[in-house]
């Protein structure tokens, strides 16, 4: 369409958790690092929903793809100036999500064997302790060189807030929210 891409603005919403109900639930899934999986529910705060549908979701079955985090991104400031600068154009191909714990139930059979299901959290705390994202090429069954996105997912800091705050203008992460589970997830198309 050529209306403006730009998202409702949500001026009354202050923490993490009052932003994940006031946007719908795009993606249900898991993230797997080693052998945990991680079960969560994605919501989109900018970018396409066909993106997520054609990149995390497998065709043949239409259930949402394990994301398993195969490298980590050091949080420095040249790569998040960059990331910045690569998701900040209205023409960007990218997707911002925000990055919640879903309940165990809901979450799809962990398809690694001898993987033990933890929350969220614990993925969370262990990226804020390395200062690091989880990196994820996408699709994930193809080869590094043929991945056509990457997502990175961020553990809770100011540069992460400040996508957030994109359409929550009043989010903060003062120490009541800085301690809501959860991960800002970027994707951006090559």
Known sequence: GAREKTREKFNDVATVAELSKA????????????????????HLI??????????????KSGKSISLKITQRLRLDQPK????????????????LLLSVPAD???AVAA??????QRPLRNLV??????????????PVNEKDKDASAV??????????????????????LDAEN?????LVVVILSM
């Open 23 to 42: 946007i719908p639930v795009s993606w249900t899934g898991e993230l797997v690092l080693k052998n945990s999986v991680f079960p969560t529910n994605m």
């Open 46 to 59: 900018e970018g396409e929903k066909s993106v997520l549908d054609k990149l995390m979701v497998d065709p």
């Open 80 to 95: 998040l100036d960059d990331l910045k600068k690569r998701t900040s154009t209205k023409t960007s191909n990218h997707c």
């Open 104 to 106: 165990g139930d809901a």
């Open 111 to 116: 398809e690694t064997p001898g993987a033990q």
């Open 125 to 138: 705390s262990y990226l804020s302790q390395k200062q690091a994202a989880g990196i994820i090429s996408l």
């Open 151 to 172: 997502l990175h997912a961020f553990p809770p800091t100011q540069f992460s807030v400040e996508f957030l705050q994109r359409i929550a203008p009043n989010l903060s």
């Open 178 to 182: 800085a301690k809501d589970d959860h």
